[in-house]
Every structure is written in structure tokens, then in C-alpha cells.
């Protein structure tokens, strides 16, 4: 549990530097490692969006459909699938994925519902 909780923390560190590049380096040297299996999805969905903000789409796809795979009841991987395909201009497809997170946010009585509804309303 103390390994995790470093490396955690160390992932972090790339991420509040801006840094992509130290990110996918460290990402790499812990992707052997049951890191992810670990973790938390809000950790995951952070590290996602990160590299979204980075401009790595396919990346940010990778780990929130691993979320996704993990926790299918959760919106938030949904709703990080929604940012993608918006920041990718796919627009449908990007509605398609925030109207299932509102759906599924309603269903599971999610907190971020109003997130994910100003995330659809922002698409008109």
C-alpha cells in the first residue's frame, strides 16, 4: 500500500508541471505494475484528462475506455469520451456520449450530473 500511495503521488508531479512528455515516461515505467488496477477512476479520469489538455486524444481514449471497462456504470468515463470526440470535432458523436452521461448520472444519482449537462448544453 505505501508503493502505491508514492508512485500515486508521483504520478501527479507531470501533471501539475504541465508536463506530457515526464508523464508518458512515468506512465510507462508503471504500466508493468498494477498501478492502474489500483487506482481509483477519478485518479484515472484526472490523468485522462491531462493528456486531453496535452492534446492526446488517443491516450485520454485509452484510459477513460479503461475506465469505462472497469466501472460501465460510471458516467465519468462517458463523459471524458464526450470531451474527446468534442475536442476532435465530432460533434455527434461527442452528444451521443454526454446525453448517456447525463442518463447514466441521473440513474446513479452522480454529483456531477450538472457537469455533464453544461458539457451538452456547450455543444449548441
Known amino acids: 500500500k505505501n508503493r502505491f500511495e508514492l508512485l500515486r503521488k508521483l504520478s501527479f508531479m ?18 508493468s505494475t498494477n498501478f492502474l488496477t489500483l487506482s481509483h477512476a477519478n485518479h484515472i479520469y484526472r490523468y485522462g484528462l491531462f493528456r486531453l489538455q496535452q492534446g492526446d486524444t488517443d491516450g485520454a481514449t485509452e484510459l477513460f475506455q ?42 446513479n444519482q452522480d454529483f ?6 453544461n458539457n451538452l448544453q456547450q455543444l449548441d
Open 14 to 31: 507531470p501533471i501539475m508541471d504541465g508536463d506530457l512528455k515526464a508523464f508518458n515516461d512515468y506512465f510507462n515505467l508503471i504500466r
Open 66 to 107: 479503461y475506465i469505462n471497462a472497469r466501472e460501465p456504470e460510471n458516467a465519468l468515463p462517458i463523459n471524458g469520451l464526450g470531451l474527446v470526440a468534442k475536442v476532435k470535432n465530432e460533434k455527434s458523436k461527442a452528444r451521443d456520449f454526454f446525453e448517456k452521461a447525463v442518463m447514466m448520472a441521473e440513474k
Open 112 to 117: 456531477r450530473i450538472q457537469e455533464y449537462r
